[in-house]
Antibody
Framework: EVQLVESGGGLVQPGGSLRLSCAASGFTFSSYAMSWVRQAPGKGLEWVSAISGSGGSTYYADSVKGRFTISRDNSRNTLYLQMNSLRAEDAALYFC????????????????WGQGTLVTVSS | QSALTQPASVSGSPGQSITISCTGTSSDVGGYNYVSWYQQHPGRVPKLMIYDVSNRPSGVSNRFSGSKSGNTASLTVSGLQAEDEADYYCSSYTSSSTYVFGTGTKVTVL
């Protein structure tokens, strides 16, 4: 069974840093691209970042580019999101999500999501 | 990377069909057949309902179907059921090699 468990959220002051983790199990982690998606309380989904299975390619939303860094440790089956220079508008529930693949092909969309970890940015 | 435009709310009676639109640009929805749709019930994580415009993952009811015309993608829910009441989000790949979500649509079953 695929499981994604996020951790690392919490309360941080504006300008501060936080590192989120997503522990994966139940699938060959290194074979799948992974993403971070966030959702502010009562708001919609916002795509944040993605990384290829090897970790060699990374992608960011304009809203976080230059402040957030996505990475992965395939030996530990863990995805990370280093968040620096945090702003009030970064406060949200952060989900990690696994890209949907079937057989040898991968498709748009994420078929498994973690429960999320909450980031609060406040002084 | 502006969010894709969805109607804020759509409603229908049980058994009816509803359609949710998702409007983007030629740099996202119109440029690629990489539109997906998610269902999110309150307090739950999103569930993938449609991938690559019109394909359903295994286990998703065939009452859900997707299509695209130009810069607008659509999700149709046929035979509306009480359990379909939820928020729905579209998502598209973009020319910047990123993804963008829609603004979200609240579906109400009357």
């Amino acid at each position: 069974e695929v499981q994604l468990v996020e951790s690392g959220g919490g309360l941080v002051q504006p300008g501060g840093s936080l590192r989120l983790s997503c522990a994966a199990s139940g699938f060959t982690f290194s074979s799948y691209a992974m993403s971070w998606v966030r959702q502010a309380p009562g708001k919609g989904l916002e795509w944040v970042s993605a990384i290829s299975g090897s970790g060699g390619s990374t992608y960011y939303a304009d809203s976080v580019k230059g402040r957030f860094t996505i990475s992965r440790d395939n030996s530990r089956n863990t995805l990370y999101l280093q968040m620096n220079s945090l702003r009030a508008e970064d406060a949200a529930l952060y989900f990690c999500a696994k890209r949907y693949c079937s057989g040898a092909r991968c498709y748009s969309g994420a078929d498994h999501w973690g429960q999320g970890t909450l980031v609060t940015v406040s002084s | 990377q502006s969010a894709l435009t969805q109607p804020a709310s759509v409603s229908g009676s049980p058994g009816q069909s509803i359609t949710i639109s998702c409007t983007g640009t030629s740099s996202d929805v119109g440029g690629y057949n990489y539109v997906s749709w998610y269902q999110q019930h309150p307090g739950r994580v999103p569930k993938l309902m449609i991938y690559d415009v019109s394909n359903r993952p295994s286990g998703v009811s065939n009452r859900f179907s997707g299509s695209k015309s130009g810069n607008t993608a659509s999700l149709t829910v046929s035979g509306l059921q009480a359990e379909d009441e939820a928020d729905y989000y579209c998502s598209s790949y973009t020319s910047s090699s990123t993804y963008v979500f829609g603004t979200g649509t609240k579906v109400t079953v009357l």
